[in-house]
């Protein structure tokens, strides 16, 4: 049966009440819909917002990443002389690509918005102040509210030095490379090896492999047939890489680098740290 019953105006118009349900059901439909795209739509430009600074950060995050490869300018002439010899003999180009500088944040005067984090790493001790004068802010600031991360493995200074000897002692553990140069008309006299504990372990001496046995009596490594022992006219570095120590209770082994006068020695060691970088997305 039809619904009769009406609706009645002041002005005398007459609407029944399905036609009331009709029109409150489409403005309930249209209202809906309307509210349904706005949100879609002010979801879609938020999330593209949010892509566009996720974008920024990330370029942001490769250029800073860039700009903090190993050696940047801050060490003392004849130490960075000795370090671009290093990047340009060893790697081809000044500046060592998959490498950070530790220095560069301790010249950096302005409020920072992003931050550098290395686990297990400690800038203090490597000898970035014996190498350079340029160490302007100890203690940097830093603003940091919506954080983009980043983090990437690369090579880190874990020993930066140079001194006056007829001889050195260096210790290298698992992954790390041992550069090093004389200066001056000095010959390497011999390079003889030890570890604490029985081992074998593999070097890669100016891109040629050794294999050793060693203990805690030195070795003589013969390493000299494939260095630079003379450095006449120039910085002529040397690359010594420590592949792989065989077992895991042992943490290094240690390289005696004998000459036959008193020069300059002049040192860097390297290991593969993850380097995490947090920018500021809100910049």
Request: aromatic share 14%; net charge neutral.
């Amino acid at each position: 049966m039809t619904l009769k019953s009406k609706l009645c105006s002041k002005k005398g118009y007459i609407f029944t009440y399905e036609a009331v349900a009709v029109v409150i059901l489409f403005v309930a439909v249209f209202y809906m819909g309307y509210f349904t795209f706005t949100h879609i739509n002010l979801t879609n430009q938020e999330q593209k917002r949010d892509l566009e600074r996720f974008e920024k950060a990330n370029l942001i995050s490769d250029m800073i990443f860039k700009d903090y490869l190993f050696p940047s300018e801050y060490y003392k002439n004849d130490y960075h002389d000795f370090l671009e010899d290093v990047a340009v003999r060893h790697y081809g180009f000044k500046k060592i690509p998959g490498s950070y500088d530790p220095i560069l944040v301790y010249t950096k005067n302005e409020t920072l918005k992003y931050y550098i984090e290395i686990e297990r790493y400690n800038s203090s001790i490597i000898g970035l102040s014996t190498v350079s004068d340029n160490i302007s802010n100890p203690s940097p600031k830093y603003l940091l509210r919506n954080i983009y991360s980043k983090e990437k493995n690369l090579y880190t200074p874990t020993l930066l030095d140079y001194f006056e000897a007829n001889q050195t002692s260096q210790n290298l553990s698992n992954g790390e490379i041992l550069y090093f140069a004389i200066n001056g008309s000095s010959k390497i006299d011999s390079i003889n090896v030890s570890s604490t504990l029985d081992t074998n372990v593999t070097f890669l001496v100016n891109k040629v492999p050794y294999k050793l046995s060693l203990n805690s009596t030195e070795k003589v490594s013969e390493f000299e047939k494939v260095l630079n022992t003379y450095n006449d006219t120039s910085f002529k570095s040397n690359e010594v890489m420590l592949l792989n120590i065989q077992g895991n209770s042992l943490d290094n082994v240690t390289l005696n680098i004998s000459c036959n006068d008193t020069s300059t020695f002049y040192i860097l060691k390297m290991k593969p740290y993850n380097v995490t970088l947090k920018v500021d997305m809100a910049q």
